[in-house]
């Protein structure tokens, strides 16, 4: 039995956590943002130096004071972002930094061999010589798993591996996950999910505030327990309480035969003043991509927009932005927010002209008095407005990227995954601005991957299926099984 | 109530963390003078004193100047994450033009003068519009746009005027390019005058500088920089930006190019492409403005200029001869970058 235990008494953000992983088993690490998960991972991989406590592999102590140190001992770690070369294809991916060699040359066709024995192994099927660019998240993801495995990781941790998978690819995730425990890789699984724990995990840690709160097992540890362990407190109800839709609300967005081949194919939908409307769906089905044509990130091939019954013809961001629309997208590190200016900044970035003077100056004391007051009302977690945005956690910087959606008056929000990778508390809190923004009367289309997001969030449902809409559920009729059965074409 | 509460103490917090913040930026800045004090006074006595002399401090503004001016455009452009390799051959290509265009102006004084430097300015902007044109049309890098405009604009340069410098036939520039400041009263005051052209720098400088931290125009050139796509989103004009800044550069190069013709008395076709081009890359780079686009400042270029430009004058006042001079020169700017690079890693750890 290969036994692992490990120990680090550190400084603050890890407070003398031991853990324990044993082999063939999937151990999940769960924790709000800030719990010292990602710490804890990264001198696991040799990205940090521990300031105290010690390693120990198969019992015996071991250093890790560089990745490759890491790698050797049979670590392999799998990022949110992956370590893939965008221009490289899977085979080339697979066996990066230990090519087969023939000679002085890179031997293909056994790096093919290797690279597929693997894959075999997994039972992964994957277009082995088309750039990994282009593979769908999902494909990168096993490319990932493959290298890891190819190099006999014995270790293996994944960081969110289903943050952006649709239930069909979690399925074979999971899968592959069980075949690697049974070649009796010990696994350690972090995620914001914490519904899908039962599902694959033998084993919980929760982590507060740099410890190790309680470790369980997954059939005694109820996610109820899970959630309080985490906070430190129960929560409540998870998701606000709607307001009602009032009977002569205006229609505030319509959207006809969208298009913008080939994510988007023909949409339509409307939203009314003080209405959320939730779409689901695949990923690729073309959500994101219908977001981004009304938003005119990307220009659509046809169809129409109408704001507030006028027509709407956007040929750039600014000019939707300046129709009411307000685009919260779902990649905020890379394109919401500019990580390098600060909390003021980024807040006042896209109504720059309202905090111009006469002297076409930008009044510095204005900009830093809106600030403050968002800092204050979304409780943005920073010590000032002058913080670089880069410094903050995940739920606190999609906050600033609200706040600066805020300082406009829209009156379309288009959330595409407000959530990901916040921690819970984050989370219901923007839940509550969303709510909060729709009883003023905004119109509020929400794309979201997870489930009871859509359900516990939206008035009503779309369900999205190549580029169309392939159903419409309210609120009241809608359950998990009719949405997937909708979204993966199972349906009737 | 309890909300008000909230507020009140966050923005406390707040104000402190500024309060604080603020107090060790000038710790720094106090501690960096009184550093560079203590080197100067040390450099001033090798020299046998004559470093500190009024009339040397001058001779190194001046002789910044050309350098210094090149490089605020140049700001521009690499807080874009852009680069402009095209500014010495344009200070050639303006120098010459603008003397041809002196020369034909049937009028003479003011109006002359003022016409030559639009002239100037106007075929600056232009190239710096060509420069952004497929930069901004068809995401291609401007390390090659700029590479070719730099090729076209010294053969264009040499084209127009046949090879040989063009000799201004109007005397009016003279007092640009040689003339002091105000300097009947500097004289009976028995100080050294300051030169125009050192005039013409601090005023662009403290120009540019209110562009780049005071205007949208210069929040939206960090936007960009930091990160484009965001900054799209957020509805900022990218492609408009992008052009402006290109052509701030060009402008600057014309502005450059104005000041030597003043200087020589003629627009010659080699009058920057030696390292004014390199100089002025390294005053940015050395000032602290990132290679990578979205940090970096016009203070911090003038900075950098005035670091190379003491260089020089301190290896000439200690009689190192010219070769030796580049190869410190390189040792010194590379030694700034690591120096700066390993003062941020510090920083980001503690």
Same mark, same amino acid.
């Given at each position: 039995?290969?036994?692992?235990?490990?120990?680090?008494?550190?400084?603050?953000?890890?407070?003398?956590?031991?853990?324990?992983?044993?082999?063939?088993?999937?151990?999940?690490?769960?924790?709000?943002?800030?719990?010292?998960?990602?710490?804890?991972?990264?001198?696991?991989? %040799?990205?940090?130096?521990?300031?105290?406590?010690?390693?120990?592999?198969?019992?015996?102590?071991?250093?890790?004071?560089?990745?490759?140190?890491?790698?050797?001992?049979?670590?392999?770690?799998?990022?949110?972002?992956?370590?893939?070369?965008?221009?490289?294809?899977?085979?080339?991916?697979?066996?990066?930094?230990?090519?087969?060699?023939?000679?002085?040359?890179?031997?293909?066709?056994?790096?093919?061999?290797?690279?597929?024995?693997?894959?075999?192994?997994?039972?992964?099927?994957?277009?082995?010589?088309?750039?990994?660019?282009?593979?769908?998240?999902?494909?990168?993801?096993?490319?990932?798993?493959?290298?890891?495995?190819?190099?006999?990781?014995?270790?293996?941790?994944?960081?969110?591996?289903?943050?952006?998978?649709?239930?069909?690819?979690?399925?074979?995730?999971?899968?592959?996950?069980?075949?690697?425990?049974?070649?009796?890789?010990?696994?350690?699984?972090?995620?914001?999910?914490?519904?899908?724990?039962?599902?694959?995990?033998?084993?919980?840690?929760?982590?507060?505030?740099?410890?190790?709160?309680?470790?369980?097992?997954?059939?005694?540890?109820?996610?109820?327990?899970?959630?309080?362990?985490?906070?430190?407190?129960?929560?409540?109800?998870?998701?606000?309480?709607?307001?009602?839709?009032?009977?002569?609300?205006?229609?505030?967005?319509?959207?006809?035969?969208?298009?913008?081949?080939?994510?988007?194919? %023909?949409?339509?939908?409307?939203?009314?003043?003080?209405?959320?409307?939730?779409?689901?769906?695949?990923?690729?089905?073309?959500?994101?991509?219908?977001?981004?044509?009304?938003?005119?990130?990307?220009?659509?091939?046809?169809?129409?927009?109408?704001?507030?019954?006028?027509?709407?013809?956007?040929?750039?961001?600014?000019?939707?932005?300046?129709?009411?629309?307000?685009?919260?997208?779902?990649?905020?590190?890379?394109?919401?927010?500019?990580?390098?200016?600060?909390?003021?900044?980024?807040?006042?970035?896209?109504?720059?002209?309202?905090?111009?003077?006469?002297?076409?100056?930008?009044?510095?004391?204005?900009?830093?008095?809106?600030?403050?007051?968002?800092?204050?009302?979304?409780?943005?977690?920073?010590?000032?407005?002058?913080?670089?945005?880069?410094?903050?956690?995940? %739920?606190?910087?999609?906050?600033?990227?609200?706040?600066?959606?805020?300082?406009?008056?829209?009156?379309?929000?288009?959330?595409?995954?407000?959530?990901?990778?916040?921690?819970?508390?984050?989370?219901?809190?923007?839940?509550?601005?969303?709510?909060?923004?729709?009883?003023?009367?905004?119109?509020?289309?929400?794309?979201?991957?997870?489930?009871?997001?859509?359900? %516990?969030?939206?008035?009503?449902?779309?369900?999205?299926?190549?580029?169309?809409?392939?159903?419409?559920?309210?609120?009241?009729?809608?359950?998990?099984?009719?949405?997937?059965?909708?979204?993966?074409?199972?349906?009737? | 109530?309890?909300?008000?509460?909230?507020?009140?103490?966050?923005?406390?917090?707040?104000?402190?963390?500024?309060?604080?913040?603020?107090?060790?930026?000038?710790?720094?800045?106090?501690?960096?003078?009184?550093?560079?004090?203590?080197?100067?006074?040390?450099?001033?006595?090798?020299?046998?004193?004559?470093?500190?002399?009024?009339?040397?401090?001058?001779?190194?503004?001046?002789?910044?100047?050309?350098?210094?001016?090149?490089?605020?455009?140049?700001?521009?452009?690499?807080?874009?994450?852009?680069?402009?390799?095209?500014?010495?051959?344009?200070?050639?290509?303006?120098?010459?033009?603008?003397?041809?265009?002196?020369?034909?102006?049937?009028?003479?004084?003011?109006?002359?003068?003022?016409?030559?430097?639009?002239?100037?300015?106007?075929?600056?902007?232009?190239?710096?519009?060509?420069?952004?044109?497929?930069?901004?049309?068809?995401?291609?890098?401007?390390?090659?746009?700029?590479?070719?405009?730099?090729?076209?604009?010294?053969?264009?340069?040499?084209?127009?005027?046949?090879?040989?410098?063009?000799?201004?036939?109007?005397?009016?520039?003279?007092?640009?390019?040689?003339?002091?400041?105000?300097?009947?009263?500097?004289?009976?005051?028995?100080?050294?005058?300051?030169?125009?052209?050192?005039?013409?720098?601090?005023?662009?400088?403290?120009?540019?500088?209110?562009?780049?931290?005071?205007?949208?125009?210069?929040?939206?050139?960090?936007?960009?920089?930091?990160?484009?796509?965001?900054?799209?989103?957020?509805?900022?004009?990218?492609?408009?930006?992008?052009?402006?800044?290109?052509?701030?550069?060009?402008?600057?190069?014309?502005?450059?190019?104005?000041?030597?013709?003043?200087?020589?008395?003629?627009?010659?076709?080699?009058?920057?492409?030696?390292?004014?081009?390199?100089?002025?890359?390294?005053?940015?780079?050395?000032?602290?403005?990132?290679?990578?686009?979205?940090?970096?400042?016009?203070?911090?270029?003038?900075?950098?200029?005035?670091?190379?430009?003491?260089?020089?004058?301190?290896?000439?006042?200690?009689?190192?001869?010219?070769?030796?001079?580049?190869?410190?020169?390189?040792?010194?700017?590379?030694?700034?970058?690591?120096?700066?690079?390993?003062?941020?890693?510090?920083?980001?750890?503690?």
């Amino acid at each position: 039995m290969r036994d692992i235990g490990k120990s680090f008494p550190g400084v603050r953000a890890l407070d003398g956590v031991t853990l324990a992983l044993f082999a063939g088993e999937v151990l999940a690490l769960v924790g709000e943002n800030g719990a010292g998960k990602s710490t804890l991972m990264k001198i696991l991989a %040799g990205a940090q130096p521990a300031d105290q406590g010690e390693i120990l592999i198969d019992g015996q102590h071991v250093r890790i004071d560089n990745p490759k140190a890491a790698e050797n001992l049979g670590i392999g770690m799998i990022y949110q972002e992956f370590n893939l070369v965008p221009a490289l294809d899977a085979i080339e991916n697979i066996t990066l930094g230990d090519e087969p060699q023939n000679g002085v040359f890179l031997d293909r066709r056994k790096a093919v061999e290797e690279a597929s024995a693997v894959l075999a192994e997994l039972g992964i099927t994957l277009p082995l010589d088309v750039e990994v660019a282009r593979l769908s998240v999902a494909q990168q993801q096993m490319v990932e798993i493959a290298k890891e495995l190819r190099r006999h990781a014995r270790i293996i941790v994944m960081d969110e591996p289903t943050a952006s998978l649709t239930e069909n690819e979690i399925e074979r995730l999971f899968s592959i996950i069980k075949k690697l425990k049974a070649g009796g890789v010990g696994i350690i699984y972090i995620s914001h999910r914490l519904e899908e724990l039962p599902r694959i995990a033998d084993r919980i840690t929760v982590l507060r505030d740099g410890r190790a709160i309680e470790t369980r097992k997954v059939a005694d540890f109820p996610p109820d327990d899970v959630i309080r362990a985490m906070v430190g407190r129960a929560l409540e109800a998870h998701f606000p309480e709607l307001p009602p839709i009032a009977i002569d609300a205006p229609i505030v967005l319509a959207v006809r035969d969208l298009l913008r081949p080939p994510a988007v194919n %023909g949409i339509s939908f409307e939203v009314r003043a003080g209405e959320i409307l939730g779409i689901a769906g695949l990923v690729g089905a073309g959500r994101t991509e219908t977001l981004r044509s009304i938003a005119a990130a990307d220009l659509p091939q046809g169809g129409e927009i109408e704001i507030l019954g006028r027509r709407l013809r956007a040929r750039s961001p600014a000019d939707s932005i300046e129709a009411g629309v307000a685009f919260i997208t779902e990649d905020r590190k890379a394109q919401g927010l500019i990580l390098g200016m600060t909390v003021r900044e980024n807040i006042t970035l896209a109504h720059l002209d309202q905090f111009v003077n006469r002297e076409l100056l930008i009044d510095r004391a204005k900009e830093t008095t809106v600030a403050s007051k968002f800092i204050a009302e979304l409780r943005i977690r920073t010590p000032s407005g002058e913080q670089l945005v880069r410094n903050l956690s995940g %739920g606190t910087q999609q906050k600033v990227v609200l706040a600066k959606w805020l300082v406009g008056k829209a009156s379309v929000f288009l959330f595409d995954e407000p959530t990901r990778g916040i921690d819970v508390g984050s989370k219901s809190e923007i839940y509550h601005l969303i709510v909060e923004l729709a009883r003023q009367g905004a119109a509020i289309v929400m794309v979201s991957s997870e489930l009871p997001e859509v359900l %516990g969030m939206a008035h009503r449902i779309l369900v999205i299926r190549e580029g169309r809409v392939a159903a419409a559920f309210s609120r009241e009729d809608a359950t998990p099984d009719k949405i997937i059965a909708v979204a993966t074409g199972t349906a009737a | 109530m309890a909300e008000e509460q909230v507020k009140t103490v966050l923005t406390e917090a707040a104000e402190a963390a500024h309060v604080k913040q603020a107090r060790l930026y000038w710790l720094r800045i106090v501690l960096a003078a009184l550093g560079l004090l203590v080197v100067v006074v040390l450099v001033n006595r090798a020299a046998g004193g004559s470093f500190l002399e009024p009339s040397n401090l001058i001779r190194v503004l001046r002789q910044i100047t050309y350098e210094a001016i090149l490089a605020f455009g140049q700001t521009f452009v690499i807080i874009t994450a852009g680069i402009d390799l095209s500014v010495g051959s344009l200070v050639s290509l303006t120098g010459v033009a603008m003397a041809l265009f002196a020369n034909a102006m049937p009028f003479h004084g003011f109006a002359l003068i003022v016409a030559t430097l639009l002239f100037g300015i106007v075929v600056g902007a232009a190239a710096g519009f060509i420069n952004a044109v497929p930069v901004v049309r068809l995401n291609l890098p401007p390390f090659i746009t700029t590479l070719a405009m730099m090729l076209m604009a010294v053969g264009l340069s040499y084209k127009l005027c046949h090879g040989r410098p063009v000799a201004l036939a109007s005397g009016d520039f003279t007092n640009i390019g040689y003339g002091l400041f105000l300097g009947s009263v500097f004289t009976k005051l028995h100080l050294p005058g300051i030169p125009i052209v050192v005039i013409w720098m601090v005023v662009i400088a403290i120009v540019t500088s209110v562009l780049l931290t005071r205007t949208r125009f210069g929040r939206y050139v960090f936007a960009l920089g930091g990160n484009e796509e965001a900054a799209r989103l957020a509805g900022i004009p990218v492609a408009r930006i992008k052009t402006l800044v290109y052509v701030i550069s060009g402008v600057c190069a014309g502005i450059t190019g104005f000041l030597l013709m003043a200087n020589f008395s003629s627009g010659s076709p080699n009058t920057a492409t030696g390292d004014e081009l390199l100089e002025s890359i390294a005053a940015v780079v050395v000032g602290g403005t990132s290679l990578m686009g979205g940090r970096g400042s016009i203070v911090g270029t003038f900075f950098g200029a005035l670091l190379i430009g003491v260089l020089y004058n301190v290896m000439n006042l200690l009689g190192i001869e010219s070769y030796t001079q580049k190869i410190v020169l390189g040792a010194v700017i590379l030694l700034a970058v690591v120096l700066d690079e390993l003062r941020k890693r510090y920083l980001a750890r503690a």
